[in-house]
């Protein structure tokens, strides 16, 4: 397995643990996934709206 699995691997699995520790308080959360151009974009989006 190269490290780039192991490092995708890794984040799912922190995404299902987060998702599962959060039903146990009661809350659901969908997980969000962006590609590489959807993440930059949004963090470009919300740059602009702070740096005003």
Do not use: P, W
Request: net charge neutral.
């Amino acid at each position: 397995m190269t490290q780039k699995q192991k490092e995708k691997l890794f984040q799912q699995h922190k995404n299902a643990n987060f998702q599962a520790s959060m039903a146990l308080d009661g809350y659901q959360v969908e997980a969000v996934t962006l590609t590489a151009e959807q993440a930059l974009a949004r963090i470009e989006q919300v740059r602009a709206e702070y740096e005003r």
